[in-house]
């Protein structure tokens, strides 16, 4: 018999080495090279943190303006300043627009609103705001709304003061709806509420940028919380909407501008 430790005579052959040598620690039995050491698993990518863009970006020198719709049924997005232009799609009475240039009676649309609008990226957007051309009033009403929401993700940064170089004092979260104290060249100061959520210190800065060089729209306009609807605010929309309804029932009947 030939002991396990001692060499075979000559003539026969060497034992040979289990398959599983390398998981039993038997690295040392027999005359095989090193198992090959098990690969490791690549490391999960960390995700892209979109905020790092964001707070790279610039301001993109947009300053948009806003109009609320209150003509009776619909308004067109037309593809150019004029009555004959074919249109491009509607929009209700009651709902908002953003726009970036308002030429002889005309509204542009701000090119982050074409997109919400569904129209195509080589065709631009607008809107008939003075009616009194076909003898008939405003269709469009300026607005600075008091409320938007947060629609770049995952979050925005809230800045000490007005400036992409001023340091952030807090984030908000995308699909957030935050209330303007005041709206002022592309920013959106928080209100005293928001900012009390968002614990910053009355003496500190509290403001968010609208539009991003580079990212786009950080902030969308967007209507209150059902809870911060006001009675009287309901009523003096309902007057509005029913006054502005008989006119147009009267005078424009079945017309879409």
């Known amino acids: 018999p030939v002991h396990p430790t001692t060499p075979p005579p000559l003539g026969m ?43 790279k970006a610039t301001y993109s020198g947009i300053n948009p303006k806003w109009f609320r719709v209150i003509f009776q049924p619909r308004v067109a997005v037309r593809k150019a300043p004029e009555l004959h232009a074919p249109s491009l799609t509607f929009v209700d009475a009651g709902e908002l627009l953003e726009a970036t240039e308002a030429k002889e009676g005309w509204i542009k ?6 997109d919400a609008q569904g129209v ?16 008939l009033g405003l269709l469009l009403e300026p607005y600075e709304p008091c ?22 004092v807090a984030f908000l979260q995308s699909g957030q709806v935050i209330q303007a104290a005041e709206v002022k060249n592309g920013w959106v100061k928080l209100s005293d509420l928001d900012r009390g ?38 009523a003096t929309v309902e007057k509005v909407v029913s006054n502005t309804t008989k006119f147009n029932r009267e005078h424009t009947a079945g017309w879409v501008w």
């Open 13 to 55: 052959a060497a034992p040979r080495r289990s398959g599983f040598s390398q998981w039993a620690g038997a690295a040392g039995q027999g005359a095989s090279s090193p198992a090959p050491a098990v690969p490791a698993e690549p490391a999960a990518p960390e995700p892209a943190v979109a905020k790092s863009q964001e707070l």
């Open 109 to 114: 649309l701000a090119d982050a609103e074409r």
């Open 120 to 135: 195509s990226e080589d065709c631009q957007g607008w809107v008939l705001q003075d009616g009194r051309c076909v003898s």
């Open 147 to 168: 409320w938007f929401r947060v629609v770049f993700k995952p979050q925005v940064p809230v800045r000490k003061s007005h400036s992409q170089q001023a340091p952030a």
């Open 197 to 234: 959520k968002l614990d910053i210190s009355e003496d500190c800065g509290s403001w968010v940028l609208i539009h991003a060089k580079g990212v786009g729209r950080l902030l969308a306009a967007c209507p209150p919380p059902p809870e911060f609807v006001a009675p009287l605010e309901e």
